[in-house]
């Protein structure tokens, strides 16, 4: 067993409303300089930026997990993590074709750089990726279990786009076994809102959009890593969310 600590919430600058400077690799910089032992990069509604990502963390010894922070369409963040490119990816595309025709207005929102694990810039996304897809929460959810992904309704305290907030409670009938806090969240405040929250996993993450937001050594989980590879520790993430 091993102590890692995580930040499994990130953007890059990819996501419009990332800075530039959270490049695949210099989250993976930063995330070494942190402290962390596992990062996950988490854009809106796209899956283009992790395979840099994934080989960013190789270089700097990150165990990276590749996921996305999908926008369903009642306008709900589900935050949603892979074991490994294959799956994440697919479920990237199908995520595309849900995305709405809408042209980004960088002037406005952000750029939208894809990058590669040198941080050249590949091409500039034009449909904007903040809207909210056609996937319903149910179908999302659906969608990446399918693929071996885990996912759990993101920063569930917050209003804007909090699955509570929403949807005015937690939907017990999806079969959730964890969720996130933001980090200025207070779980005992939540579990006495909402008592079915008290045999879930919760997770707190940054959700950073700057380099500066990216956590330090402050949340952890304890995981089984013999024989040690990165594969198995990030396997053993997703089973400990699966409440398994």
């Not at 962390?36 to 997990?65: M, R, S, Y």
């Not at 996937?135 to 990446?144: I, W, Y």
Request: with cysteine; charged share 20%.
């Amino acid at each position: 067993m091993g102590k890692y600590y995580y930040d499994l919430h990130i953007h890059s600058c990819l996501s419009p409303c990332g800075d530039d400077d959270m490049t695949p690799a210099n989250i993976a910089g930063m995330a070494a300089v942190a402290g962390l032992q596992i990062a996950a990069l988490t854009d809106h509604n796209t899956t283009e930026n992790c395979p840099a990502f994934w080989q960013a963390c190789k270089a700097q010894g990150i165990i990276p997990v590749p996921g996305v922070e999908l926008t369903t369409s009642e306008e709900i963040h589900l935050l949603c993590l892979f074991p490994d490119l294959d799956p994440v990816m697919e479920f990237g595309a199908k995520i595309a074709a849900a995305r709405l025709p809408v042209k980004n207005r960088p002037d406005i929102f952000g750029r939208q750089l894809v990058m590669d694990h040198t941080d050249k810039v590949i091409r500039e996304e034009e449909i904007l990726l903040i809207n909210a897809t056609s996937l319903s929460l149910e179908e999302g959810t659906e969608l990446c279990r399918s693929l071996g992904g885990v996912c759990m309704p993101a920063h569930i305290d917050r209003e804007a786009n909090g699955v509570i907030s929403v949807l005015g409670t937690f939907p017990e009938n999806l079969g959730y076994t964890c969720y996130e806090l933001s980090s200025t969240g207070n779980r005992q405040e939540m579990e006495a809102a909402h008592p079915h929250l008290k045999g879930l996993r919760c997770i707190t993450d940054s959700d950073a959009h700057y380099l500066w937001n990216i956590s330090g050594p402050e949340n952890c989980m304890e995981l089984a890593d013999e024989p040690y590879s990165s594969a198995l520790v990030r396997a053993n993430l997703l089973a400990a969310l699966e409440g398994k």
